[in-house]
């Protein structure tokens, strides 16, 4: 075997995700992550920015 040739040629670094759909999934993720901090904080008894309160409820 040379030194020269990947040992997987076909090996794929990872999925394509069009700019679109990577940023519906990022907003995804931020408003499943403010649910869970406002979660969190009113058990702790924590205040909670109004910002994160606001992304709480808005839908996936």
């Given amino acids: ?11 794929r670094t990872g999925r394509h995700i069009s ?5 519906a ?4 993720v931020q408003v499943a992550a403010a649910k869970l901090r ?3 904080d009113e058990r ?3 205040p909670t ?4 309160k606001a992304l709480a409820k808005e839908s996936f």
């Fill in 1 to 11: 075997m040379s030194t020269s040739t990947p040992e997987h040629k076909n090996v």
């Fill in 49 to 52: 920015p109004p910002k994160t």
């Fill in 19 to 23: 700019p679109k759909k990577s940023a």
């Fill in 25 to 28: 999934a990022d907003h995804r």
């Fill in 44 to 46: 702790l008894g924590r």
């Fill in 38 to 40: 406002v979660a969190l």
